[in-house]
């Protein structure tokens, strides 16, 4: 029973162009949510979060929305670089009770084209 | 050093072996946690530390699994009678311990049961 769901397990974006990746979760106690990035055999590195009391937070290129009463969230970049070619993790987490650990999705590997 | 450190990076056992895995957390970090992750799946959780004390070991998937943190700092994941299906990359993270506080990650051990 996945949590959190990452629907499409690749994305293909042309450089300069916006990537949105998308989360869905199914548990509504889930409070906080954070978006990771990986490169090949590397540990993920955070990137960006949100709390559940915003709808929206912005990082430089990188923008976290959430649609809470959807149960969804998404991640854009604009512009897209090559650097940001990776596997992104959407990741969970419910503050009051529940695992203490976060809860991630598959993952989505965005690929970014020159 | 100024990251999370996990040894080895690459492990290799036979089946029915005893391995153990270790974290050297950031400093000052009071939470740790350990995860893995399958191939084509997103981290998933095993346990966490508050300070010395297991604070949730709620992902441990059976009691072949055990973790220690004795003096709050570096902890050892340790798997008895391992079995192929062990075969993952364990990921260490650790974070200042404030609730919602993003946690860093190591760049993980992959661990191969022959």
């Known amino acids: 029973d996945q949590q959190v769901k990452q629907n499409s397990p690749s994305l293909s974006v042309q450089e300069g162009r916006i990537s949105i990746l998308n989360c869905d979760y199914t548990?509504?106690?889930?409070?906080?949510f954070l978006w990771y990035k990986k490169y090949p055999a590397e540990g993920p590195t955070f990137l960006i979060s949100?709390?559940?009391?915003?709808d929206k937070n912005e990082d430089g290129r990188f923008t976290v929305f959430l649609n809470k009463s959807a149960k969804h969230l998404s991640l854009h970049i604009v512009p897209s670089q090559p650097g940001d070619s990776a596997v992104y993790f959407c990741?969970?987490?419910?503050?009051?009770?529940?695992?203490?650990?976060?809860?991630f999705g598959k993952g989505t590997h965005l690929i970014i084209q020159p | 050093g100024a990251g999370v450190s996990q040894t080895p990076s690459n492990k290799v056992t036979e089946k029915g072996k005893y391995v153990e895995l270790r974290c050297d957390p950031i400093?000052?970090?009071?939470?740790l946690y350990w995860y893995r992750q399958s191939l084509g799946q997103g981290p998933e959780f095993l346990i966490y530390?508050?300070?010395?004390?297991?604070?949730?070991d709620s992902g441990l998937p059976n009691d072949r699994f055990f973790a220690v943190r004795p003096e709050g700092s570096v902890s050892t994941l340790k798997i008895q009678r391992t079995e192929r299906g062990d075969s993952a990359v364990y990921l260490c993270?650790?974070?200042?311990?404030?609730?919602?506080?993003?946690?860093?990650f190591g760049q993980g051990t992959r661990l191969t049961v022959v």
């Open positions: 993270a650790s974070s200042p311990g404030r609730r919602n506080t993003e946690a860093f």
């Open positions: 548990n509504s106690m889930f409070d906080y």
């Open positions: 949100i709390s559940s009391i915003k």
């Open positions: 990741a969970a987490r419910a503050s009051g009770g529940g695992a203490d650990g976060l809860t």
């Open positions: 400093s000052g970090h009071t939470a």
């Open positions: 530390f508050q300070g010395t004390g297991a604070a949730d």
